[in-house]
Each structure stands twice: as structure tokens, then as C-alpha cells.
């Protein structure tokens, strides 16, 4: 599932521990006058942050707009929070509170770099990626060098498959530790597995990860290192590190991407205590997990389940959104809750023509391989391979269609 959220923080960098991180990432950049110098406001993890909740219901738009204009930085806090909140319940409305938000800026080409980086990022949710990238590059265009509007081209082009452009980006961003991060997950993509594990192992070794002040961040790069062992098919380091992720507090990006590992281990009952406790009302995301987890596991509830999270798509359908927000979702819902597997090839296929991240190939290849269409795994297969990407996980699904 695709996220990109924002959760800031302040981050000190002291000079020889950045020159150290940049050495590992081969770039240069900005050094900071001393160790007690804020380089930045940045995203301490640019997916799966822990929520932000704040509470909008009962306030009027008039009220939300009168104190976004008092204070850009609430108003900007209060955005993260709920387009933290519309990902992580796959609940669309709460964009829109993110929207109302930040509304008396809209059209403003003078508005607080971090509140057009939001209007970009609600952009992206929408999956404009044109839109957002043209927004982040007005922000980069006023503030040349904004570390969080780089960063976030960056994940724009690695969702989107461009792992060069997204290398170059990466290389841009002033603050060493992001960058380094930046660069190892391309690595990784890449099946340059060793190199990225170095250079996570390095990040994750330096003092500002350790300790409750260092616990988001580590968990940030815990979670990428539990990702890139997945993709590399090492499954006990993965499992491990997904462990010791998830030590770190609660999360519903890395509880949801474990379950997912869980699933694919077929153990059901683990990944079962992990989503019900998830906040409810249940977002997408845990319901469909949940509806496969109850199905594979021949529960009594699975089609109580099944029927809420057709309705749901249903609904995404008529809104117009079920391929460009929700496509990953619905094929993965089409083929493993439904057994519609033909029907989820079609909408697997129209979603990577959006996004491009692991699942989505994984997907699209699992519905292949539930359809028994051959021709369609031989697209996917050819997908990674023309952007560079390499995962464990797509070889075993092809090797094991040619071996039939």
C-alpha cells in the first residue's frame, strides 16, 4: 500500500557523525555550524510514522480556516495528522480534513513551503503524481535545497519506478542521514542487498538512533532493513528485524507489512493478533488482511468480512477511485477473498501503470498465477526487469510457472 507520511522532529547532526554518514553515501552535504544547530524539520519516516491524532469532528470549516490562518504550523500539523490518519484507515475523508486544513492557502503561490509540500503530498494521495511533482518543484524553485520537498520527489520516483531519477534526488537531500537512507533502499530495489544492509547497519549504529529520542527513527530504518531481507528472501533476518520494528511502538504501515509476511508464511493466527488490534473502525488495509487471514483460516466470520469489504470497493467504485487509490487493494481483494483471479489480472495490470512498488508487482503476479494466465506473469516479469527491480519473492512465482 502506498504512503507517504510526515511526522517532524528535530534532528541534530554533529559534524563528523554527518561527514561519516555522507562518506557511506557518496554525496556531499551541508554541514551544520554545530552540533546543537536544527537542520531541519523533517519526516521521520516517510511511511508508517505513528499517528498524529487530532480530533477535527465538530468543528466547523470556518473555524478550521480561522486557526490554519493564525498559525500555518498547526494548520500544517494538523494536515499531517489526518492525511496520516486517511492512509492509515484507507478512509478518504480524512484527506479531505486534511484539505480543510490548509484550504486558505489553496492557489497561494506564496504559501509556507511545508503547507505546499502538503498540498503536493494530498496530491499524491491522489496518486497526481505530475501534479505533485510540479508542486514540490515550485517549493524547491522558492526554497532551493528544502530537504523535505526532495526527499519526497525522490519516493515520487521510486513508487513510479524511476530508480535513477530517484538516486539523483536522493543525492540532493541536505541532510545525511536521509540521504544515506534514501540511496540504500534504491540499492536494495535494485538486489543490491549487501551494500543497502551496510549502509542501514551504519545509520542504525550512529548515536541519534538510540534511545526514546532516536526510537522513531530507528524504527524508520529497522523497518527498511526488515524490507530489503524480505525482497532478498532471507526470511529469518527479515522476521527478525520486523520484530524488533515493531518493539519500537506502535505502527500500522509495519504492522500491516508484517502481516503480509505472516500471510505469506501461512501464519495465520500471529498475523490475526496483529490486526485486531488496530484502531477502529477498521481501515481497507485490515479489513482485507483480515477477510484473507479469516478465509485462509476457514473462520466462521470470513464471509461477514468478505461481504463488508465488497461493499467497500463498491463504494470506492462509485466514487470513482477503486484503480487510481485503492488498485492494489481491490486485485489483491479480487483474487484472494473473492476468487475472482481474471477479473484482479485486469485491475492488477491497470494499477502498475500508476505505481510501481513491490506489491504491486507481487500482486499483479499473484493473480497471474491464481488465473493460470501465463502471458500475464510474462508482463510482469518484464515490468521489473525493465526498472531495475529485483525481489526474492517475483522469482520464485516465474520460476515456478516455468517449471510447469
Given at each position: 500500500m502506498y504512503k507517504l507520511f510526515f511526522m517532524t522532529f528535530r534532528i541534530t547532526l554533529p559534524c563528523l557523525l554527518l561527514a561519516f554518514v555522507t562518506h557511506a553515501a557518496h554525496a556531499a552535504p551541508a554541514i551544520p555550524a554545530s552540533d546543537s544547530t536544527v537542520v531541519e524539520h523533517l519526516p521521520a519516516r516517510l511511511v508508517g510514522m505513528?499517528?498524529?491524532l487530532r480530533d477535527v469532528a465538530g468543528k466547523s470549516s470556518g473555524d478550521v480556516a480561522a486557526a490554519a490562518r493564525s498559525s500555518p504550523e498547526a494548520a500544517a500539523s494538523r494536515a499531517r495528522s489526518m492525511?496520516?490518519?486517511a492512509h492509515d484507515r484507507g478512509d478518504p475523508r480524512y484527506a479531505g480534513y486534511a484539505l480543510a486544513a490548509i484550504a486558505p492557502w489553496k492557489g497561494d503561490a506564496d504559501a509556507p513551503a511545508p503547507i505546499a509540500i502538503l498540498f503536493a503530498t494530498l496530491a499524491q494521495y491522489?496518486?497526481?503524481f505530475d501534479g505533485s511533482r510540479q508542486m514540490l518543484e515550485a517549493v524547491l524553485a522558492r526554497s532551493p535545497g528544502d530537504p523535505q520537498a526532495t526527499l519526497t520527489l525522490a519516493t515520487i520516483a521510486r513508487v513510479q519506478g524511476r530508480y535513477a531519477d530517484s538516486?539523483?534526488?536522493?543525492?540532493?537531500?541536505?541532510v545525511?542521514?536521509?540521504?544515506?537512507?534514501?540511496?540504500?533502499?534504491?540499492?536494495?530495489?535494485?538486489?543490491q542487498a549487501d551494500q543497502g544492509r551496510k549502509v542501514v547497519a551504519t545509520l542504525l549504529a550512529l548515536p541519534q538512533t538510540q534511545g526514546a529520542t532516536g526510537a522513531s527513527l530507528r524504527q524508520w530504518l529497522t523497518t527498511t532493513l526488515a524490507e530489503l531481507e524480505e525482497r532478498a528472501g532471507n526470511d529469518a533476518a527479515a522476521d527478525a528485524a520486523y520484530r524488533t520494528a515493531l518493539g519500537l511502538g506502535r505502527d500500522s504501515y509495519l504492522?500491516?507489512?508484517?502481516?503480509?509476511?505472516l500471510i505469506a508464511h501461512q501464519r495465520y493466527a500471529e498475523a490475526e493478533a496483529l490486526l485486531v488490534v488496530e484502531p477502529k473502525p477498521y481501515g481497507d488495509g485490515v479489513l482485507l488482511r483480515l477477510a484473507i487471514v479469516q478465509k485462509d483460516a476457514k473462520e466462521s466470520t470470513a464471509k461477514e468480512l468478505a461481504a463488508e469489504l465488497h461493499d467497500r470497493f463498491e463504494a470506492a467504485k462509485e466514487r470513482g477511485d477503486?484503480?487510481?487509490?485503492?488498485?492494489?487493494?481491490l486485485a489483491r481483494s479480487m483474487f484472494a477473498v473473492e476468487g475472482d483471479a481474471k477479473g484482479a489480472v485486469a485491475v492488477a495490470r491497470d494499477n502498475l501503470k500508476i505505481q510501481k512498488e513491490p506489491a504491486d508487482f507481487l500482486v499483479m503476479a499473484e493473480a497471474a498465477r491464481a488465473a493460470g494466465d501465463a502471458a500475464a506473469l510474462?508482463?510482469?516479469?518484464a515490468q521489473a526487469k525493465a526498472i531495475g527491480l529485483v525481489d526474492r519473492r517475483l522469482s520464485l512465482i516465474f520460476s515456478r510457472d516455468a517449471a510447469r
Amino acid at each position: 500500500m502506498y504512503k507517504l507520511f510526515f511526522m517532524t522532529f528535530r534532528i541534530t547532526l554533529p559534524c563528523l557523525l554527518l561527514a561519516f554518514v555522507t562518506h557511506a553515501a557518496h554525496a556531499a552535504p551541508a554541514i551544520p555550524a554545530s552540533d546543537s544547530t536544527v537542520v531541519e524539520h523533517l519526516p521521520a519516516r516517510l511511511v508508517g510514522m505513528p499517528r498524529l491524532l487530532r480530533d477535527v469532528a465538530g468543528k466547523s470549516s470556518g473555524d478550521v480556516a480561522a486557526a490554519a490562518r493564525s498559525s500555518p504550523e498547526a494548520a500544517a500539523s494538523r494536515a499531517r495528522s489526518m492525511l496520516d490518519e486517511a492512509h492509515d484507515r484507507g478512509d478518504p475523508r480524512y484527506a479531505g480534513y486534511a484539505l480543510a486544513a490548509i484550504a486558505p492557502w489553496k492557489g497561494d503561490a506564496d504559501a509556507p513551503a511545508p503547507i505546499a509540500i502538503l498540498f503536493a503530498t494530498l496530491a499524491q494521495y491522489q496518486h497526481d503524481f505530475d501534479g505533485s511533482r510540479q508542486m514540490l518543484e515550485a517549493v524547491l524553485a522558492r526554497s532551493p535545497g528544502d530537504p523535505q520537498a526532495t526527499l519526497t520527489l525522490a519516493t515520487i520516483a521510486r513508487v513510479q519506478g524511476r530508480y535513477a531519477d530517484s538516486d539523483a534526488r536522493c543525492r540532493e537531500v541536505s541532510v545525511g542521514i536521509y540521504q544515506a537512507a534514501c540511496l540504500a533502499e534504491n540499492m536494495a530495489l535494485r538486489g543490491q542487498a549487501d551494500q543497502g544492509r551496510k549502509v542501514v547497519a551504519t545509520l542504525l549504529a550512529l548515536p541519534q538512533t538510540q534511545g526514546a529520542t532516536g526510537a522513531s527513527l530507528r524504527q524508520w530504518l529497522t523497518t527498511t532493513l526488515a524490507e530489503l531481507e524480505e525482497r532478498a528472501g532471507n526470511d529469518a533476518a527479515a522476521d527478525a528485524a520486523y520484530r524488533t520494528a515493531l518493539g519500537l511502538g506502535r505502527d500500522s504501515y509495519l504492522s500491516l507489512d508484517y502481516v503480509d509476511f505472516l500471510i505469506a508464511h501461512q501464519r495465520y493466527a500471529e498475523a490475526e493478533a496483529l490486526l485486531v488490534v488496530e484502531p477502529k473502525p477498521y481501515g481497507d488495509g485490515v479489513l482485507l488482511r483480515l477477510a484473507i487471514v479469516q478465509k485462509d483460516a476457514k473462520e466462521s466470520t470470513a464471509k461477514e468480512l468478505a461481504a463488508e469489504l465488497h461493499d467497500r470497493f463498491e463504494a470506492a467504485k462509485e466514487r470513482g477511485d477503486a484503480i487510481s487509490i485503492h488498485g492494489r487493494e481491490l486485485a489483491r481483494s479480487m483474487f484472494a477473498v473473492e476468487g475472482d483471479a481474471k477479473g484482479a489480472v485486469a485491475v492488477a495490470r491497470d494499477n502498475l501503470k500508476i505505481q510501481k512498488e513491490p506489491a504491486d508487482f507481487l500482486v499483479m503476479a499473484e493473480a497471474a498465477r491464481a488465473a493460470g494466465d501465463a502471458a500475464a506473469l510474462r508482463e510482469v516479469d518484464a515490468q521489473a526487469k525493465a526498472i531495475g527491480l529485483v525481489d526474492r519473492r517475483l522469482s520464485l512465482i516465474f520460476s515456478r510457472d516455468a517449471a510447469r
